[in-house]
């Protein structure tokens, strides 16, 4: 009997029906997520619905326009949005039609031969469900704290999403590399070198519109468009870290003078962007990253390329005006002089919260396996008064009966330490009206006594500008019960900014003392002759549109530290397959099988870089570069050994 060609083997029926089920799972949480945009949903929507065609039509596509979008496609200051963004969207789009071309078997499909390399993918994968698992049950044996997402399962989720879409693209990188390893690595690097011109872009914007482009003493770190930094972290320094080698391949890889140029002031540009982190671990892990690609792309080629003679005196004059612009930004800040002078009061305090951190795994268990995904923020807290929150916001439904059906705001105040009051604020986007007093008003209700900061300011994330503020002191009368008040800022107007750098401003609610509580309702909020400024001012869609942000204390947040992340959150054996999966990667590209591939040095000078900046930073922790040092760390781990004579380049 002849064997039907129609007939799958089990093992490819099986790859089919995952991927149809991953496809089928991916297409509906996007297009939920994407109905329940705050800001256009019916928009947002349709351009889920466009990229998913798009993808599908184009399958390699993704692995460009993702590492793109990376750096920019968020709206979370805009739309309020913490345990997931737009990025989310473009993702499940992607996933979706790449997992549906795999299950209908169009293009080129995976290898179906398996190695010992897939052993680390599924155990990431066990590790992730592990973490999950702990983490519902944590959720569940502990109260509800006050701040909200950061301490609830969804923060779980938040964290532990950039690891299932890495493991959910897995397939489609094995397709890709199976397919053309070449054009795969072209993709992939020309989707992050765009990611790091929308991110120069961004930048020039953000210090041209608040400190300025040149004014290098005032305490102002870049953040760029990371709007997940809103409780601090080092989004923007892993970014760099893991992205800032290909631009080196961008100037490698130019072959006409024109292009060379364009690469030559990426790189001059981003050397700024570095520079105004003024931060000590995105120096060492970029230049760490940067010896790495020099050292293996210094090895001799197999074959000889013939370079322009003009090549090697450009790149010469390209390092020496480096070396110059980071001897400028040496002497010209007085910042970054202090900054590098409290490196080791620094260190001192990191260790001390180092320390602290790990003391919430109090169990043989927690060491093992982890307390769970994104549950150290409530544990911290949970140490006491050195690891309280600055604040918190929920939305509640009024139940006194006064508003049926209504929803209101509670604000906190941090619990006891006056040194953290009014640094936990709640804001919203709102128009900024150039030489105009704004005006609020808005119903309060509070048991005790209370502090109420309010201001109007010119502000990029964490930063401000120019303010208009008020201190509003309300004390309950006999009669509990809701209060109308209304009240002017104080201050000089803001100012619009440059038309092609323009400011934009942001209502900020704090608690300005130890131990407040105060119900906010129907906010309003004025400016001359502007009316209804705000959004969802009486909170009947709950958190929409409004975003918290914190000034200068971020302890609770991050462990600041990669490798401390995954021993407290997913335990010893978490971060063993961690390493395992890192450890592999980075050899393959740097001494192993995939060392002869034009990718390859950019790929070890990104992991070496990211694994550098670990030592001083969390990363787990901000799901789009932790989706994006996974997929690199795969792109790699997946990386075949070249099929002949290796470019130079």
């Excluded at 290898?111 to 944590?138: E, Q």
């Excluded at 309702?521 to 914190?550: C, H, I, K």
């Excluded at 590209?589 to 060392?595: E, H, I, L, N």
């Amino acid at each position: 009997m002849s064997a039907n060609p129609e007939i799958l083997p089990g093992p490819a029926r099986g790859r089919k029906t995952a991927s149809a089920l991953a496809a089928l799972g991916c297409a509906g949480l996007g297009l939920w997520l994407a109905w329940q945009h705050p800001l256009a949903p019916v928009l947002v929507s349709s351009a889920l619905v466009a990229w998913l065609l798009a993808a599908w039509r184009w399958p390699g596509l993704w692995l460009a326009v993702v590492p793109a979008a990376v750096p920019l496609l968020s709206l979370a200051p805009w739309t309020g949005w913490i345990a997931a963004d737009e990025s989310d969207l473009l993702l499940l789009a992607a996933l979706a039609a790449g997992h549906a071309r795999l299950a209908l078997g169009q293009g080129a499909p995976a290898p179906a031969c398996r190695d010992w390399r897939d052993a680390l993918p599924a155990l990431l994968g066990l590790s992730l469900l592990a973490g999950l698992a702990l983490a519902w049950t944590d959720a569940q044996r502990l109260p509800q704290h006050e701040a909200g997402a950061y301490t609830s399962f969804a923060n779980s989720l938040r964290v532990g999403k950039a690891m299932a879409y890495a493991l959910l693209a897995v397939p489609l990188l094995r397709a890709a590399l199976a397919h053309s390893p070449q054009v795969a690595q072209r993709r992939l690097g020309a989707g992050m070198v765009a990611g790091l011109t929308g991110l120069m872009l961004g930048v020039l914007w953000e210090r041209a519109a608040i400190p300025g482009l040149l004014n290098f003493g005032l305490d102002y770190r870049t953040v760029g468009l990371f709007w997940e930094m809103h409780v601090g972290g080092a989004a923007i320094d892993a970014y760099l870290a893991l992205a800032v080698p290909f631009a080196v391949w961008a100037v490698r890889a130019s072959r006409r003078p024109l292009a060379w140029l364009g690469a030559a002031l990426l790189v001059q540009v981003l050397a700024y962007v570095c520079l105004t982190t003024f931060a000590r671990g995105v120096y060492g892990a970029v230049l760490g990253g940067l010896v790495v690609a020099g050292v293996l792309l210094h090895r001799p080629p197999r074959v000889a390329a013939a370079r322009p003679p003009w090549r090697g005196r450009a790149n010469a004059v390209l390092c020496v005006l480096l070396v110059l612009e980071v001897l400028a930004m040496a002497l010209a800040s007085s910042f970054l002089a202090d900054r590098l002078r409290d490196a080791d009061n620094d260190f001192g305090s990191r260790v001390a919260h180092w320390s602290r951190g790990v003391s919430v795994l109090q169990a043989p268990r927690d060491w093992l396996a982890g307390i769970g995904l994104g549950r150290l923020p409530v544990r911290y807290a949970g140490l006491g008064r050195d690891g309280e929150f600055p604040g918190a916001a929920v939305v509640l439904d009024d139940d006194d009966g006064q508003r049926a059906g209504g929803r209101f705001l509670r604000l906190y105040g941090p619990p006891t330490r006056g040194q953290l009051a009014g640094r936990y604020a709640l804001t919203q986007q709102v128009p900024l009206v150039p030489g105009e007093r704004y005006r609020i008003a808005f119903d309060v209700r509070a048991a005790q006594p209370v502090q109420l900061r309010v201001l109007v300011c010119e502000r990029h994330l964490l930063y401000e500008g120019g303010c208009q503020r008020r201190l509003v002191v309300y004390r309950p009368g006999a009669e509990p019960g809701w209060v109308r008040l209304e009240a002017s800022l104080l201050g000089p107007p803001l100012q619009a900014g440059a038309s092609w750098a323009p400011r934009r401003a942001s209502l900020e609610l704090a608690v300005a003392r130890p131990g407040g509580v105060v119900d906010i309702d129907n906010l309003q909020l004025s400016a001359g002759p502007r009316t209804a400024l705000l959004r969802n001012g009486g909170f009947e869609q709950g958190m929409a549109r409004w975003y918290p942000v914190v000034d200068a204390y971020f302890l609770p947040w991050h462990i600041d530290n990669l490798y401390l992340e995954w021993l407290i959150e997913r335990g010893a054996l978490g971060l063993l397959v961690f390493l395992g999966a890192a450890g592999t990667a980075l050899w393959r590209v740097s001494f192993g099988a995939a060392r002869g591939q034009p990718a390859a040095p950019y790929l070890a000078a990104a992991l070496a870089g990211g694994c550098a900046l670990g030592l001083v930073s969390s990363v787990m922790d901000m799901p789009r570069v932790a989706f994006l040092f996974l997929l690199l760390l795969f792109f790699a781990l997946y990386l075949p050994r070249p099929s002949g004579p290796s470019p130079s380049g």
